[in-house]
């Protein structure tokens, strides 16, 4: 069975972006006619009027209403985690920010109206669930890397730190380094040498970010940037570190924890990221310095932790979605 699909979503170089590009990638091996359309272009559907899926990861225009050829199947994959998607539409909420910016609203149509809901958490898949229509299916599989791109290589030198840490999380509020700042101070006045690097902390929110990093200490031991890595960078910060600490909310694991692992690198979350090596609490930040102390100085033995899964597998996960519903 020959089917087309059109992917729409943001483009930028957010996550969400990444996965929807490489599901097309994979798509497209596996003999399926897969497109990644920008949302935000009317002239997109152009080619993909014909299309017998359309999958929503951003939004999809309404243009595709008024053009699609072949009746409109939708599949909404919910890629925000439940209560970053409630709290960011109360936020923008609270200043008039409406319509677009209004994610809950969204989630809710897509709930009730599009005819297969997917994401790719099990604790996601629950709380989505719980907020269905009785016999709606909420599909659940893993998040799949390109393994062609992610994985172990040689590195380009070492990062400075006996131990060096290296994060680069998205600095929303959900997996922002503020906790691992607050502690950080904690963590290497007893261990001297270990050095933190933390990347992609935006320019507009260096007014907050520096100041909190010169008062309590912790710049003293980090380098910091609000450099965006190239993915092949990104890729040998992985492998010349001793170790990636991504710390999102509820133990989540989110596509840069992911291919951290994927790369062969030793992995620090909170509790609940099966994928990591090491987990520490979440919550007090003096607790979570202690934790991640004992990590850095080997007292605490790895977790025997799952293997990321290859994006293959997720783009026939999808395939079977698809099928149902055509």
């Known amino acids: 069975m020959s089917i087309k699909v059109a992917h729409w979503v943001m483009h930028n170089?957010?996550?969400?972006?990444?996965?929807?590009?490489?599901?097309?990638?994979?798509?497209c091996l596996l003999g399926m006619e897969s497109y990644l359309?920008?949302?935000?272009?009317?002239?997109?559907?152009?080619?993909?009027?014909?299309?017998?899926?359309?999958?929503?990861?951003?939004?999809?225009?309404?243009?595709?209403r008024i053009r699609a050829t072949k009746p409109?199947?939708?599949?909404?994959?919910?890629?925000?985690?439940?209560?970053?998607?409630?709290?960011?539409?109360?936020?923008?909420g609270l200043e008039g920010k409406y319509n677009p910016s209004d994610s809950w609203q969204l989630a809710q149509y897509w709930m009730q109206h599009a005819d297969a809901l997917v994401t790719f958490w099990p604790r996601h898949q629950k709380i989505w669930k719980s907020l269905c229509d009785k016999n709606t299916v909420v599909d659940c599989f893993p998040m799949g890397l390109d393994k062609e791109m992610w994985h172990p290589?040689?590195?380009?030198?070492?990062?400075?730190?006996?131990?060096?840490?290296?994060?680069?999380?998205?600095?929303?509020?959900?997996?922002?380094?503020?906790?691992?700042?607050l502690a950080w101070p904690w963590v290497w006045e007893h261990m001297p040498s270990a050095h933190l690097h933390a990347v992609a902390l935006p320019q507009d929110q260096h007014r907050w970010w520096y100041p909190l990093l010169n008062r309590n200490g912790a710049g003293?031991?980090?380098?910091?940037?609000g450099m965006l890595f190239a993915p092949e960078n990104l890729r040998n910060?992985?492998?010349?570190?001793?170790?990636?600490?991504?710390?999102?909310?509820?133990?989540?694991?989110?596509?840069?924890?992911?291919?951290?692992?994927?790369?062969g690198?030793?992995?620090?979350?909170?509790?609940?990221?099966?994928?990591?090596?090491?987990?520490?609490?979440?919550?007090?930040?003096?607790?979570?310095?202690?934790?991640?102390?004992?990590?850095?100085k080997g007292e605490v033995e790895p977790r025997k932790k799952r293997v990321v899964e290859d994006v293959a597998d997720t783009a026939r996960a999808m395939q079977k979605v698809y099928e149902r519903i055509v």
């Open 13 to 27: 170089t957010s996550g969400m972006f990444r996965v929807a590009e490489q599901l097309v990638k994979a798509e």
């Open 37 to 64: 359309c920008d949302f935000a272009k009317d002239s997109e559907i152009n080619q993909v009027a014909d299309a017998d899926v359309h999958v929503c990861h951003t939004h999809i225009p309404d243009i595709v």
């Open 153 to 181: 290589v040689a590195s380009l030198g070492k990062y400075m730190g006996t131990p060096s840490l290296f994060t680069a999380e998205n600095c929303d509020y959900s997996k922002w380094p503020l906790d691992l700042f």
């Open 220 to 225: 003293f031991k980090t380098v910091s940037s």
């Open 265 to 296: 690198a030793k992995t620090i979350s909170y509790a609940g990221n099966e994928y990591s090596d090491f987990w520490v609490p979440e919550g007090d930040q003096r607790e979570l310095a202690k934790g991640l102390a004992a990590i850095l």
């Open 237 to 263: 910060a992985f492998v010349s570190t001793d170790y990636f600490i991504g710390l999102v909310r509820y133990g989540d694991a989110n596509k840069l924890s992911l291919e951290a692992n994927a790369c």
């Open 72 to 92: 409109l199947r939708t599949v909404w994959i919910a890629h925000g985690t439940p209560e970053h998607v409630f709290t960011g539409s109360v936020i923008k």
